[in-house]
C-alpha cells in the first residue's frame, strides 16, 4: 500500500480481533517472525515495516513519531480494520503512544515492550545527535554495537547466533532511515500525560537487565493509566521477545485476550 506516496511493506496472518506488531529501532518487522504464527492462530496479526525499515519507502519529510503513527492507521484504513491492540517495542511503543493520542478511537489496548512514555532528556537529545554522526561515518558499526547493548550480557554469550540475526537485520537498514528515526526520537514528545489519561488496558513489558530502558524508571510510570498490567523479566535486557520468546508472547496473547 502507499501512505504519502510511498510504499509500506507489511504482512497479515492469522484470523480475529487484529493485533498490529510495531517494531523498534533500527530493525524491521521480522523482529516478530517468532510471534507471528503463535498469535495467527487467536488473531488477525499485522506486522508492519515502518517508513524507511525493511521494505517501507522513505518518506520526503522526517521520520517523526506522529508520521509513523499515520503510517500505522493508513495500514489499518488498507485493511478495513475499525480497532486493534497496538504492540510496539521500544521506538515502536512511541509510535504506539503517538497513535494513541491521534487516534484513540482505534484502539482496544496499548503494549510498551521495552518502552516508556517521557521524551529525550538533554543529554539523550545529544547522544541521539552523536549517534547520527557516527551512523553517517559508518553506519554497519553503529548497528552492531547498538544491537550488542540491547541483550543481557549473559544471554548474549550464550545464544551468540540470536544476536547475530538481529545484527543482521540492523545492517541491512539504510544510513538514511537510521538517521530520520534518530532525530525523531530525538525530537519526541513526552508523553507521561498521555498516558495519565488513557482509558483502554495498557500492558508494560520490562526487563531487569534492560540498559536502554531502566526498569524502577518505567514501573513508575505504570501506576499511571486506568487500568495497567506489568511483567518484570530476570535477566533479560531490551529484547525480550527474543530472549523470553515464549513468556513475552504468552503475555501479548493474554492480554489481548482480556482487551477483546
Request: a negative charge; aromatic letters at 8%.
Amino acid at each position: 500500500m502507499t501512505f504519502l506516496n510511498k510504499h509500506v511493506s507489511y504482512t497479515i496472518a492469522g484470523n480475529g480481533p487484529a493485533l498490529v506488531l510495531v517494531h523498534g529501532f533500527p530493525m524491521d518487522k521480522r523482529v516478530w517472525d517468532d510471534f507471528v504464527p503463535i498469535l495467527a492462530n487467536d488473531f488477525t496479526v499485522i506486522a508492519i515495516d515502518l517508513p524507511g525499515f525493511g521494505h517501507s519507502q522513505m518518506l520526503e519529510i522526517q521520520h517523526n513519531m506522529w508520521v509513523m503513527a499515520d503510517a500505522v492507521k493508513a495500514v489499518l484504513d488498507e485493511e478495513k480494520i475499525q480497532k486493534t491492540v497496538l504492540t510496539g517495542h521500544s521506538m515502536g511503543g512511541y509510535v504506539g503512544l503517538a497513535f494513541a493520542k491521534s487516534y484513540p478511537e482505534k484502539l482496544n489496548g496499548l503494549v510498551l515492550f521495552h518502552s516508556q512514555a517521557g521524551a529525550d532528556d538533554e543529554t539523550a537529545k545529544e547522544n541521539r545527535n552523536m549517534a547520527i554522526e557516527t551512523v553517517k561515518l559508518n553506519h554497519n558499526n553503529f548497528a552492531y554495537s547498538f544491537i550488542d547493548s540491547l541483550f543481557d550480557p549473559e544471554f548474549a554469550l550464550k545464544y551468540p547466533e540470536i544476536v547475530e540475526r538481529f545484527r543482521a537485520i540492523a545492517t541491512e537498514q539504510t544510513p538514511e532511515a537510521i538517521v530520520s528515526a534518530l532525530a525523531g526520537l530525538r525530537d519526541r514528545e513526552n508523553q507521561i500525560e498521555l498516558l495519565a489519561q488513557i482509558k483502554i488496558p495498557v500492558l508494560f513489558i520490562l526487563g531487569k537487565s534492560d540498559s536502554r530502558m531502566p526498569f524502577t524508571k518505567i514501573m513508575a510510570q505504570a501506576a499511571l493509566p486506568h487500568h495497567a498490567e506489568m511483567l518484570l523479566l530476570a535477566d533479560v535486557g531490551h529484547m525480550g521477545f527474543a530472549e523470553a520468546t515464549e513468556k513475552t508472547c504468552d503475555a501479548v496473547r493474554s492480554f489481548c485476550e482480556r482487551c477483546n
